[in-house]
């Protein structure tokens, strides 16, 4: 065999080793989940077969699907509005030192708040409504991005706004043609964090205010003993979390794959 | 001007326009809303001063903190025994990379449900917040050690104790710092939502208990309280982070 079959060989026993580890690992911590339920809880307490049971029922469920409508639109307009808002902030205190040095303390400071003390605060001021809950996920989401777009903006290569400057580019343009794309990895970076953090600002909003959604759904469910439609309910969250991680990630490699940065940003 | 001053003028400046800006917005809206900073202080002074900030701060930190113990204490050891077991770690890393993603808050109900209200279902809502960015990053130091290393040490018949104490836990108790680091912001929103959500006590009961009130300047006193504990920790997470990330390379 030449040495390329030989590493493709043995890359491919690897990966079937892995996939079987996996599985195996999967299989273990589900049965065990399953033997602990039906041994020691009782009868209403979720497990995986009454879960595997539940899903086909839930998901064409009218409610459930409404419910996980309602919590995604808000998810997406808060985030829209945390990127309008945030990437301006970030592009200006990146580039100007005067901006940065009045507006950091708080941007991080608000950054480093628990977004769940606001809810007592965003009920009182916007009653116990979408548009409450609409301002956690913007307070959720926002300050990350913030934060990124700055350090995206402070990282521009010199060069790059030097060349741009001696064909007397005006701010704004090369604000717009050069800061903004070499920040774009950054905006990616903040954008995954973000959507992480408005998910659970959603959900908590909506456990704090009763307003319906995927979160109250949850509750409501598992208040009424339905621990096994509760938890697709909660399966879906997860798979909103890892579905955007993986897009986030996948879309950085593809459209910017000179872009190598580690895990670390948050 | 020297440049000290230009360096430290716009920080001051920003801070007190911030406070004369919630101090004039507080005076022209209605208390219901908004309270002026003045106001916002002279409450937080009562509540100091009554003693009831204080023993319910107190609550609070036992709280986040026998959770964080308990995430640290778990997720580091579990972190670096898959570290030592390859093929146990391949198994389980998508699933604690599911986890980590998942949002634990939507865990909250079926706690309540299985494990009422006393204190052990609040550490366990704290601990499972802070547990996967210390177990993730954890795996994710052991990845980062040379498989070399580990093979060099075995041609010099390391022993197990050894290898673990001048191999595995240099390479990846940089990396542990960084999940430690995210523990504690994550911890510090699991403990206030424990004590929403769960049976209410601490700062989260304070905050509940003014909102149903109306006391306004209360809520926002102890806001502002939890604001700046979240600024105080996640300042030592990051002074922790760069003290052990000096030895990553």
């Given at each position: 065999?030449?040495?390329?079959?030989?590493?493709?060989?043995?890359?491919?026993?690897?990966?079937?080793?892995?996939?079987?580890s996996?599985?195996?690992?999967?299989?273990?911590?589900?049965?065990?989940?399953?033997?602990?339920?039906?041994?020691?809880?009782?009868?209403?307490?979720?497990?995986?077969?009454?879960?595997?049971?539940?899903?086909?029922?839930?998901?064409?469920?009218?409610?459930?699907?409404?419910?996980?409508?309602?919590?995604?639109?808000?998810?997406?307009?808060?985030?829209?509005?945390?990127?309008?808002?945030g990437?301006?902030?970030?592009?200006?205190?990146?580039?100007?030192?005067?901006?940065?040095?009045?507006?950091?303390?708080?941007?991080?400071?608000?950054?480093?708040?628990?977004?769940?003390?606001?809810?007592?605060?965003?009920?009182l001021?916007f009653?116990?409504?979408?548009?409450?809950?609409?301002?956690?996920?913007?307070?959720?989401?926002?300050?990350?991005?913030?934060?990124?777009?700055?350090?995206?903006?402070?990282?521009?290569?010199?060069?790059?706004?030097?060349?741009?400057?001696?064909?007397?580019?005006?701010?704004?343009?090369?604000?717009?043609?050069?800061?903004?794309?070499?920040?774009?990895?950054?905006?990616?970076?903040?954008?995954?964090?973000?959507?992480?953090?408005?998910?659970?600002?959603?959900?908590?909003?909506?456990?704090?205010?009763?307003?319906?959604?995927?979160?109250?759904?949850?509750?409501?469910?598992?208040?009424?003993?339905?621990?096994?439609?509760?938890?697709?309910?909660?399966?879906?969250?997860?798979?909103?979390?890892?579905g955007?991680?993986?897009?986030?990630?996948?879309?950085?490699?593809?459209?910017?794959?000179?872009?190598?940065?580690?895990?670390?940003?948050? | 001007?020297?440049?000290?001053?230009?360096?430290?003028a716009?920080?001051?400046?920003?801070?007190?326009?911030?406070?004369?800006?919630?101090?004039?917005?507080?005076?022209?809206?209605?208390a219901?809303?908004?309270?002026?900073?003045?106001?916002?202080?002279?409450?937080?002074?009562?509540?100091?001063?009554?003693?009831?900030?204080?023993?319910?701060?107190?609550?609070?930190?036992?709280?986040?903190?026998?959770?964080?113990?308990?995430?640290?204490?778990?997720?580091?050891?579990?972190?670096?025994?898959?570290?030592?077991?390859?093929?146990?770690?391949?198994?389980?890393?998508?699933?604690?990379?599911?986890?980590?993603?998942?949002?634990?808050?939507?865990?909250?109900?079926?706690?309540?449900?299985?494990?009422?209200?006393?204190?052990?279902?609040?550490?366990?809502?704290?601990?499972?917040?802070?547990?996967?960015?210390?177990?993730?990053?954890?795996?994710?130091?052991?990845r980062?050690?040379?498989?070399?290393?580990?093979?060099?040490?075995?041609?010099?018949?390391?022993?197990?104790?050894?290898?673990?104490?001048?191999?595995?836990?240099?390479?990846?108790?940089?990396?542990?710092?960084?999940?430690?680091?995210?523990?504690?912001?994550?911890?510090?929103?699991?403990?206030?939502?424990?004590?929403?959500?769960?049976?209410?006590t601490?700062?989260?009961?304070?905050?509940?208990?003014a909102?149903?009130?109306?006391?306004?300047?209360?809520?926002?006193?102890?806001?502002?309280?939890?604001?700046?504990?979240?600024?105080?920790?996640?300042?030592?997470?990051?002074?922790?982070?760069?003290?052990?990330?000096?030895?990553?390379?």
């Amino acid at each position: 065999m030449t040495d390329a079959a030989i590493s493709r060989h043995q890359a491919r026993a690897w990966l079937s080793t892995a996939a079987l580890s996996r599985l195996v690992c999967g299989l273990v911590l589900l049965l065990s989940w399953e033997i602990a339920v039906r041994a020691f809880a009782p009868a209403y307490v979720a497990k995986p077969s009454g879960v595997l049971a539940a899903i086909p029922r839930v998901i064409v469920d009218p409610a459930f699907l409404q419910a996980t409508g309602i919590t995604l639109a808000a998810v997406a307009e808060g985030l829209a509005i945390a990127l309008a808002a945030g990437i301006p902030l970030g592009l200006a205190m990146g580039r100007s030192l005067i901006v940065d040095r009045s507006l950091r303390h708080y941007v991080n400071g608000f950054y480093a708040v628990p977004m769940i003390v606001v809810l007592p605060l965003v009920s009182l001021w916007f009653g116990y409504s979408g548009a409450a809950r609409l301002a956690t996920i913007v307070f959720a989401a926002v300050f990350s991005i913030i934060i990124n777009v700055a350090d995206g903006a402070r990282s521009v290569p010199k060069d790059y706004l030097e060349v741009a400057s001696s064909f007397r580019s005006r701010r704004l343009r090369a604000m717009v043609d050069i800061v903004l794309p070499s920040a774009t990895p950054y905006l990616l970076a903040g954008l995954r964090l973000a959507a992480g953090r408005a998910l659970i600002g959603a959900v908590v909003a909506e456990f704090f205010t009763a307003i319906g959604g995927l979160g109250y759904f949850i509750l409501y469910n598992s208040r009424t003993y339905k621990h096994d439609e509760a938890f697709v309910g909660v399966l879906l969250l997860a798979a909103f979390g890892v579905g955007f991680e993986l897009f986030v990630a996948t879309s950085t490699r593809r459209f910017l794959p000179w872009y190598r940065r580690d895990e670390h940003a948050n | 001007m020297s440049r000290a001053w230009s360096r430290h003028a716009p920080f001051w400046l920003s801070l007190i326009a911030g406070m004369a800006l919630w101090e004039i917005v507080g005076r022209n809206t209605s208390a219901a809303f908004m309270v002026p900073l003045s106001t916002t202080l002279v409450r937080l002074w009562e509540m100091l001063a009554s003693g009831e900030l204080w023993k319910q701060f107190l609550d609070s930190a036992a709280l986040f903190l026998a959770g964080l113990a308990a995430a640290i204490g778990i997720g580091m050891p579990a972190g670096l025994l898959f570290a030592r077991i390859p093929a146990l770690r391949i198994g389980l890393e998508p699933y604690i990379m599911v986890l980590y993603a998942t949002p634990m808050v939507a865990l909250i109900p079926f706690i309540l449900a299985l494990m009422g209200f006393g204190f052990g279902p609040k550490v366990l809502v704290v601990f499972l917040f802070a547990v996967f960015p210390v177990l993730y990053n954890t795996i994710e130091g052991a990845r980062s050690i040379k498989p070399e290393l580990i093979e060099v040490a075995r041609a010099y018949r390391s022993s197990e104790s050894a290898l673990w104490r001048e191999v595995m836990l240099p390479y990846t108790l940089p990396y542990t710092m960084t999940g430690v680091r995210q523990a504690i912001g994550r911890g510090l929103v699991g403990m206030v939502a424990a004590e929403f959500f769960l049976s209410s006590t601490g700062l989260g009961q304070l905050i509940m208990t003014a909102s149903q009130n109306f006391d306004t300047g209360g809520v926002f006193a102890i806001i502002l309280i939890i604001g700046l504990l979240g600024v105080a920790l996640m300042r030592l997470g990051l002074f922790i982070e760069q003290r052990f990330a000096r030895w990553r390379n």
